[in-house]
């Protein structure tokens, strides 16, 4: 069974980098074909679509982020992660990772969220 | 940028079919997948590829399918249905995916 977990500071100051870590364990991130991807929610808000990156290492972005997006992936410890720059109070929400069977398209599996709160 | 346009609440009275719309200029060339998501809770995928169910999704959950739209349609529903239902998709390009702004579902 296939699980992720994400983990990074729950406070940013604005103006600074926001940084995750989504760990996958229970299979390896660089066999088959998946998007690692993140996604985050606004309290009482919807879900905006972050980015993902490939199995080989390729990338893409929310058009609206993409200047401020990186995601990169550690192979050597099951680890992907998300760089947000410039951050504001409106990049305040509940960040996810998550899993996409490129094939398929869906987002199979799904870590349990960590909020991220960016105050001074 | 691209935008998927859902309606922001769907009332239903339990045992009636419940159905729930999403727009997008690109849903003729990209598939819709929908998911549900309780308080508190990260969101669960019930339909993939327009009108696939995954296992473990009780046959009541079904999409479809026609032009710009698609829709989720649950037949029957239950009280532990009430949610917030989002759709996703691409771009026509296929080069980023995309939300709609969520229906939240109360039965």
């Known amino acids: 069974q296939v699980q992720l977990q994400e983990s990074g500071p729950g406070l940013v100051k604005p103006s600074q980098t926001l940084s995750l870590t989504c760990t996958v364990s229970g299979g390896s991130i660089s066999s088959g074909s998946y998007y690692w991807s993140w996604i985050r929610q606004p309290a009482g808000k919807g879900l905006e679509w972050i980015g993902r990156?490939?199995?080989?290492?390729?990338?893409n972005y929310n058009p609206s982020l993409k200047s401020r997006v990186t995601i990169s992936v550690d192979t050597s410890k099951n680890q992907f992660s998300l760089k947000l720059s410039s951050v504001t109070a409106a990049d305040t929400a509940v960040y996810y990772c998550?899993?996409?069977?490129?094939?398929?398209?869906?987002?199979?599996?799904w870590g349990q969220g960590t909020l991220v709160t960016v105050s001074s | 940028s691209y935008e998927l346009t859902q309606p922001p609440s769907v009332s239903v009275s339990p045992g009636q079919t419940a159905r729930i719309t999403c727009s997008g200029d690109?849903?003729?060339?990209?598939?819709a997948y929908w998911y549900q998501q309780k308080p508190g809770q990260a969101p669960v995928l019930v339909i993939y590829?327009?009108?696939e169910r995954p296992s473990g999704i009780p046959e009541r959950f079904s999409g479809s399918s026609s032009g710009t739209t698609v829709t989720l349609t649950i037949s029957g529903v239950q009280a532990e249905d009430e949610a917030d239902y989002y759709c996703?998709?691409?771009?026509?390009?296929?080069?980023?995916?995309?939300f709609g702004g969520g229906t939240k579902l109360t039965v």
């Open positions: 690109a849903l003729p060339k990209q598939y």
């Open positions: 990156i490939y199995t080989s290492g390729s990338t």
């Open positions: 996703q998709s691409a771009d026509s390009s296929g080069t980023y995916k995309v």
């Open positions: 590829k327009d009108s």
């Open positions: 998550a899993r996409e069977i490129a094939v398929a398209g869906k987002n199979d599996y």
